[in-house]
């Protein structure tokens, strides 16, 4: 009973998190969105700089760390267990009841995370770390603000990075249907009122959202 309670209440967390980043991917697809509203970049670095200095955000970019540290954390505890937990003729019975995604969820989510880790040494760590982005110029006037803006166009102007970013995002769509889906399951709404909703919802959140990170590499390719 203890390690059935002990299995749910992981499912709980990594749920809880996992529902946590996806507001966090809504709020991270708007500020991007700005480069394709303004190509003189300002708006986007004005959000970004503020982003980057305000204190209340910078605090709440930690907990969106752990937030995710937790959830990957999880989801490869909870792999494992299932991997030990897991008879042998299990594996012909799961074919008729896993569907795809929810067989791949720890490979998509591989994948995620090494996306992630390029994401990381590309922006956060040239800003954090290496200090190698430069200033914002904007009519001639230093703004004292970084151009973060050139760093994303002169990326998008290479398209094997696109190419991976597209793909990468693809995949992010299908962890994002059948995660999202099993999220409301875990934390108990689950019922014949509200699932039909909830679906409809979550699969027009892993169509969209995956689609306007997606135009923006595209558009910026195309264009610059």
């Known amino acids: 009973m203890s390690v059935k309670y002990s299995s749910i209440t992981k499912k709980i967390w990594m749920s809880l998190m996992g529902l946590f980043l996806m507001v966090f991917l809504v709020v991270h697809l708007s500020i991007n969105l700005l480069l394709l509203v303004d190509p003189s970049r300002e708006l986007y670095n004005t959000a970004a700089h503020f982003m980057g200095t305000n204190p209340f955000i910078q605090t709440f970019q930690w907990v969106l760390f ?14 494992i267990q299932n991997w030990i937990a897991r008879p042998k003729g299990y594996k012909i019975k799961a074919k ?62 290479s398209p094997s990075y696109v190419i991976g970013y597209v793909i990468a995002l693809i995949i992010l769509g299908f962890h994002l249907d059948h995660g999202f889906q099993s999220a409301w399951q875990s934390i108990g709404v689950n019922n014949s009122k509200y699932t039909p909703f909830i679906k409809g919802f979550v699969h027009l959140y892993a169509i969209f959202i995956p689609l306007g990170y997606i135009a923006i590499p595209l558009v910026i390719y195309l264009t610059t």
Request: negative net charge.
């Open 66 to 79: 752990l937030g995710f540290t937790i959830h990957i954390i999880l989801g490869f505890v909870l792999q």
């Open 96 to 157: 008729s009841e896993e569907s795809f995604f929810s067989k791949y969820m720890i490979h998509t989510g591989i994948i995620i995370l090494i996306f992630l880790g390029i994401h990381f040494v590309n922006f956060f760590f040239r800003v954090k770390i290496f200090h190698t982005v430069p200033d914002y110029i904007l009519n001639g006037v230093n703004t004292g603000m970084e151009d973060m803006g050139i760093v994303v166009v002169k990326l998008f102007q």
